[in-house]
């Protein structure tokens, strides 16, 4: 299982990067508001300098057409790191799109998916990514967990190349549990990001050895 980083923020990135742990990123329209007076294209080229691995743009297009047109240009910009995350229309135009693109080896990433229909239909086209969205599965009702096992289960069992990534992510326990259910990657926003070195326990755990090394130093025998 990989980790992606959920954001287009430049220091973002570059901490995150530091750390080693990231292996891909993705952003959509909302992640891009958030760099507000930013070029889209710029900042694509920026990321794209930085992160050594998949990165996920999105092709806000309504119909196949639009979508494989911003995807052909958007893919000049590397076409070996730059993924085109394309909405899982309900016409079918995304799937159709996806199965386009992927013929043309244009990296897709279908997006916005709730649930296993939209997988099976993802992986089928040839995707190489599927995105669930984890919390807006759960807040229409539906336990995501299951979604992301069947779904899971039905790319290994057709042996399909799509990879599951498993986005949509308001706090550290649900990486756990996500984790659980198996998908290939879990993309992660950097506020969540942030918060999982931290467990109180350890925090405390880490003064009680702070205080016996310190008391250790007092009472060492100087050589
Ligand atoms: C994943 O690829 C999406 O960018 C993201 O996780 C969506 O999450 P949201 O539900 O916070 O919009």
Request: proline content about 4%.
């Amino acid at each position: 299982m990989e980790i992606f980083l959920d954001t287009a923020n430049i220091e973002e990135i570059k901490e995150i990067l530091s750390w080693g742990v990231m292996r891909g990123l993705t952003t959509n329209q909302k992640i891009f508001l958030n760099e507000k007076g930013v070029n889209f294209e710029t900042q694509v080229k920026k990321i794209l300098d930085l992160v050594d691995g998949p990165v996920s743009i999105e092709a806000p297009a309504c119909d196949a057409e639009g979508i494989i047109k911003a995807a052909r240009e958007y893919a000049k910009w590397n076409k070996k790191k730059v993924v085109i995350k394309i909405p899982m229309l309900a016409n079918g135009d995304g799937i159709k799109a996806a199965y386009t693109l992927e013929k043309e080896g244009i990296k897709t990433n279908v997006t916005a998916m709730m649930n296993v229909n939209q997988t099976m239909l993802a992986a089928a086209a040839g995707a190489t990514y599927a995105s669930l969205f984890f919390n807006r599965i759960r807040d229409g009702g539906v336990d995501p967990i299951e979604v992301v096992k069947q779904s899971r289960a039905f790319i290994d069992q057709g042996d399909y190349k799509t990879k599951l990534i498993v986005g949509s992510i308001r706090k550290p326990n649900d990486v756990i549990e996500i984790a659980s259910a198996n998908p290939h990657v879990i993309t992660i926003p950097y506020k969540i990001m942030k918060q999982m070195p931290f467990h109180e326990k350890t925090v405390e755990t880490l003064k009680e050895f702070d205080k016996a090394w310190e008391e250790f130093l007092k009472a060492e025998k100087k050589c």
